[in-house]
């Protein structure tokens, strides 16, 4: 019997309370009233529940309630289980899907070994503010880049059959919108016009859809007036509509009954109404449908089919991981295991970005004596960053013991420098300064915390917090070299770091094997080959910054900085500038440097005039003109030049990692459909118009070759 009639059958012997219960999720183990619920059918799924506690909660349903439907288990499995790999920004920062996926692969294999069926990733928020501590999560500023990975980290969950018991159902989030919070503010309210909903914030979702995602979350802010948790138009029409997503859709943490705060609902009946007509299967911890739904069905006030329709929804996800035939699913993944711990090792290794490198690195293996410094240098639970509930410090390899075991002790002399990256003390800074007077060179390790980076830890500054910066200024002036590693959930402002530094490696926060990743690349074992998945400001004032930006009437005249003066600030031009700062980012989307140089030469496009419909290549060698062997990612960029609403500067449109030994040369090819060049028009059709574009292969969102060609009827 096929899934869709084994849920006829269900559905038709269930009562209004046993389906109302199927759309209930509670949070954590509760106690005997919990148990009795299973028993009467009153829950549908629990998060953070796991193992043994999941298997108990598995067997009353199953076994003591009256139709036996199987609990389905959910946590948040963000960037690996037991072994944590970066945080999904530095992971985006590899440019590489295959990478993610594998990442997601195994954070699968350890998570269901525990019991879990189902994790709430990937989150594909788009985030073009670093104050929204929620940035670290996602993806990252780049619709494209987003879609691409997005769907790689479903595919690695899901696999290409859920009820394998070493996949897990993924949860695309937060359904939509919600990185555009207003001041980066977390939870605030969001406008999107309609037209860049769909050109922006919509397509990483879409792209998660129709890899095969199993659930979607809908997010907890107001957008455009409607939550997102009682938004018929993202959720019905769109997602459930255009998009014939047969999943299902869970809320998040109480954002049904928050619809009451945000004023869209009385009480938290109108609020159980209003999320379920809109859209959502499944509430997350609230108990609004459990204590609304059956008398609104019984009043009439709501038909019976939209309850049915989300116990289908559900009945069918369940059906999908096999939980009616194997409801205590397991697998014998080892924790920690070895290949898990190489994968980590090698995602923390593509997702350092080299932001500034004056020679300094790779250390030579004749290096003398290196001073680490910095409370991050040795601090396994701050490196494995937010929402890495699972994962534990003591399995970390952290910076300094991966460099102590590399270079041997005795090379190496840690000093803290302050007591934590949030100390505003300097009580520290003497010792640190005497072990840089003492060593040949030193390794500053910087940046933020785990704890200021994730859900509802924004910041209005981005600046290295405390006196980080006033302990880097301490060690520059010592006048060893210093190459500063910077691990934070954001983009932070490091003009001041690197005026001071050597040079800049960005780590985010690495995860478990963060330490041996940063010591491979700071000593040459590997190159770095990481790239921004978002536009590094030079000041908070300047945010929102980001690449696919519009031209506006007046852009900035070419490169050329604002003159700053003194008082009184004058104009100095009447563009789109400020008076007292570059306007432009300190270091650009895409951008990252290798420890060897590469030229991109001989564009070659297929054809320079293409019908709608067609398609066409692009071609350009990659020359490795250095002396080590590094990966390059080439990236393409569009621009439509003119069209009936104004289009973005640049669009990424493809990108490609090339791995070259010096002297190497290498073609990379793309393929360029004019349906990529599609965007939504003013009456909301996605449409590619005739015309003139340019487009350009290249290391970033700032440079490369430049080509055109035009679209014709
Ligand atoms: C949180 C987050 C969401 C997470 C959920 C369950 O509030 O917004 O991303 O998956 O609750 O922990």
Redesign the pocket.
Same mark, same amino acid.
């Given at each position: 019997m096929g899934i869709e009639e084994r849920i006829d059958q269900l559905l038709a012997r269930m009562t209004p309370a046993e389906k109302v219960g199927q759309m209930r999720q509670i949070a954590g183990s509760g106690d005997d009233d919990t148990e009795a619920l299973i028993r009467q059918g009153g829950a549908g799924s629990f998060?953070?529940v796991l193992g043994e506690q999941a298997a108990a909660y598995q067997r009353l349903a199953v076994e003591e309630s009256r139709l036996g439907i199987p609990l389905l288990f959910g946590r948040?499995v963000i960037h690996g289980f037991r072994t944590i790999f970066p945080i999904p920004l530095g992971q985006a920062a590899s440019f590489d899907p295959g990478l993610v996926r594998e990442a997601a692969r195994i954070a699968a294999r350890e998570a269901a070994a525990a019991g879990v069926h189902w994790t709430?990733a990937p989150?594909v928020d788009i985030a073009r503010d670093p104050r929204w501590g929620r940035i670290a !999560?996602g993806c990252g500023e780049d619709p494209y880049l987003a879609a691409c990975l997005g769907a790689a980290m479903v595919q690695g969950f899901q696999g290409s059959d859920l009820r394998d018991p070493e996949r897990i159902a993924a949860?695309a989030?937060?359904y939509v919108g919600y990185g555009a919070a207003e001041g980066g503010r977390d939870y605030n309210t969001t406008y999107i016009p309609e037209g860049l909903l769909r050109d922006v914030y919509l397509p990483p979702f879409e792209a998660c859809v129709r890899a095969g995602a199993a659930t979607l979350?809908s997010a907890?802010n107001n957008l455009n007036g409607v939550p997102a948790t009682g938004n018929a138009f993202t959720l019905r029409k769109v997602l459930k509509g255009e998009w014939a997503f047969d999943g299902l859709v869970v809320s998040?943490?109480n954002s049904v009954i928050e619809m009451i705060a945000h004023g869209c609902a009385a009480d938290e009946r109108e609020a159980a109404l209003c999320a379920v007509a809109a859209g959502v299967d499944m509430e997350?911890t609230s108990a609004a449908f459990a204590g609304h739904l059956e008398s609104l069905l019984a009043e009439g006030r709501l038909p019976l089919e939209l309850i049915d329709e989300a116990v289908r929804r559900i009945l069918r996800i369940k059906l999908r991981l096999g939980l009616f035939d194997d409801p205590y699913r397991r697998n014998t993944a080892v924790p920690l295991a070895p290949e898990h711990l190489e994968a980590a090792r090698q995602a923390a290794r593509e997702s350092c970005v080299l932001l500034k490198n004056d020679g300094l690195l790779p250390l030579a293996s004749t290096v003398g004596r290196v001073a680490v410094v910095g409370p991050l240098a040795n601090d396994g639970g701050e490196q494995l960053g937010c929402w890495a509930f699972d994962g534990r410090a003591e399995d970390s390899v952290t910076p300094l013991a991966a460099l102590s075991a590399a270079l041997g002790e005795e090379r190496v002399r840690y000093a803290p420098g302050l007591d934590d990256c949030r100390s505003c003390g300097e009580r520290l800074i003497p010792a640190a300064v005497a072990a840089a007077r003492e060593a040949d060179v030193v390794l500053a390790f910087l940046g933020e915390d785990a704890g200021l980076s994730g !859900?509802a830890h924004s910041r209005a500054f981005l600046d290295l917090p405390g006196t980080q910066q006033q302990l880097l200024d301490a060690l520059a002036a010592t006048g060893r070299p210093v190459a500063v590693v910077v691990m934070a959930g954001r983009p932070l402002t490091l003009e001041p770091v690197a005026e001071k530094a050597n040079a800049v490696l960005l780590a985010w926060h690495p995860g478990t094997m963060g330490g041996p990743a940063i010591a491979d690349l700071l000593l040459g074992v590997a190159s770095p080959s990481g790239r921004l998945p978002a536009t590094m400001p030079r000041t908070v004032g300047q945010v929102p910054l980001y690449y696919n930006r519009m031209n506006t009437g007046r852009p900035p005249r070419g490169d050329a900085p604002c003159v700053t003066t003194g008082t009184p600030l004058d104009p100095v031009r009447h563009y789109a500038t400020y008076l007292d700062v570059d306007h432009r980012p300190l270091f650009p989307f895409g951008y990252g440097l290798t420890y060897s140089t590469f030229t991109y030469s001989d564009l070659e496009l297929s054809t320079r005039e293409l019908k709608l419909g067609e398609a066409l290549t692009v071609a350009a060698t990659v020359t490795n003109t250095g002396r080590a062997r590094a990966t390059e990612v080439a990236q393409l960029y569009v621009r439509d030049l003119v069209a009936s609403l104004a289009r973005p500067v640049r669009e990424l449109k493809g990108f490609q990692r090339v791995e070259l030994a010096p002297g190497e040369a290498a073609r990379v090819r793309f393929a360029l459909h004019t349906d990529d060049l599609s965007f939504h028009n003013a009456e909301m059709r996605r449409v590619t118009e005739p015309g003139r574009f340019q487009l350009w292969v290249g290391p970033d969102a700032r440079g490369g070759l430049q080509g055109q060609f035009e679209v014709v009827e």
């Open positions: 998060l953070n948040d709430f989150m !999560e949860c989030k937060h979350m907890f998040d943490w997350m !859900e």
